[in-house]
């Protein structure tokens, strides 16, 4: 018998967690916004992966935990979102910790709070929660127009006006650099994006379950 890909609907408790979480990451952007009101740009403060993927994957986890306050199961575009700011934001983490860590001119609960403590919530809630989508490895592509969009606009704005989020992209170090960075930066989010389509692969019990019932 074949069996429903029917996936559960999160809890209410679930649900208002994510919407906590999304509402607390943007209270903190816009604190951090805030502290520099006399001098920030928009575009530059946005400007940064974090700051941006945060924003996004904040918006995925209020409107995520909105459906399952419905009792609706989330829609198929909502379930990938999902999985994108999942993979986006262990880029955030992996890239701050591992090549810039401690940098930046935020208090540095802020830069706990987005490039540990949220990346760390959305890979445990892609992890754990009941409704986790399994997702075709056809689907792959959909994490690199968002991250390509991105970088593609800060190496504009480096060879334009000099601005880069990062020092690891800036023009001055050579061409070589920016295109060894840029491989390097593709190839993590790639793997990146097959951690989660992997996890997304493994059977919850309720999986298992319903073959062995087939």
């Not at 198929?76 to 700011?85: D, F, K, P, Q, T």
């Not at 689907?139 to 800060?154: D, I, N, Q, R």
Request: proline content about 7%; some cysteine; charged content about 10%.
């Amino acid at each position: 018998m074949q069996r429903s890909a029917t996936i559960p609907r999160p809890g209410r408790a679930l649900s208002l967690a994510r919407i906590a979480a999304g509402v607390a990451v943007i209270v903190v952007l816009g604190y951090t916004f805030a502290l520099g009101r006399d001098g920030f740009n928009p575009f530059d403060y946005f400007g940064y992966f974090t700051n941006l993927s945060s924003l996004l994957a904040a918006g995925v986890f209020v409107t995520t935990g909105a459906y399952g306050l419905r009792g609706s199961a989330a829609p198929r575009w909502l379930a990938l979102a999902r999985a994108v700011a999942t993979t986006c934001l262990i880029i955030v983490g992996v890239v701050y910790n591992v090549l810039v860590p401690g940098t930046g001119s935020a208090p540095v609960w802020v830069r706990i709070a987005l490039h540990i403590v949220f990346p760390a919530l959305a890979l445990v809630d892609w992890l754990v929660a009941p409704d986790r989508p399994r997702l075709s490895w056809r689907e792959l592509w959909v994490v690199f127009p968002y991250p390509v969009l991105w970088l593609a606009v800060v190496l504009v704005r480096g060879a334009v006006d000099g601005w880069v989020p990062y020092g690891f992209l800036l023009p001055e170090r050579g061409a070589g650099s920016l295109v060894a960075h840029v491989v390097g930066l593709l190839i993590a989010l790639t793997a990146a994006g097959a951690l989660v389509w992997g996890i997304s692969r493994i059977p919850r019990g309720t999986d298992s379950g319903a073959r062995r019932a087939g």
